[in-house]
């Protein structure tokens, strides 16, 4: 019987809002763990690695909702960078990132 990894998450939105911050912030730094897993599930479909392109286009988000969650992603060893470059629409390289399996 294969377990599935599971990550638990605790107070996932600490620091990405202050006290003193509007309610609109909070609310939106409430979003921002549920991005993550969004943007990871999306990762995991490309086993050979994928540029933040293919994210956003398989997710068909923006660009700067997608690629913030990929620091933290890397940060917290949830996918990791393959080393290798890819060049996206712009021309300019982005890097391939895989899911940690």
Do not use: Y
């Amino acid at each position: 019987m294969s377990q599935e990894k599971t990550f638990h998450f605790p107070n996932p939105w600490a620091g990405l809002a202050r006290n003193t911050d509007p309610d609109t912030s909070k609310e939106a730094a409430q979003k921002a763990p549920n991005l993550k897993l969004v943007v990871l599930e999306a990762i995991k479909k490309f086993p050979d690695g994928c540029i933040a392109d293919d994210v956003v286009d398989a997710l068909n988000m923006r660009w700067d909702t997608v690629t913030p969650r990929f620091a933290p992603l890397l940060k917290e060893g949830l996918i990791v960078d393959t080393g290798w470059r890819r060049k996206g629409r712009t021309g300019r390289s982005q890097r391939v990132v895989k899911a940690v399996s």
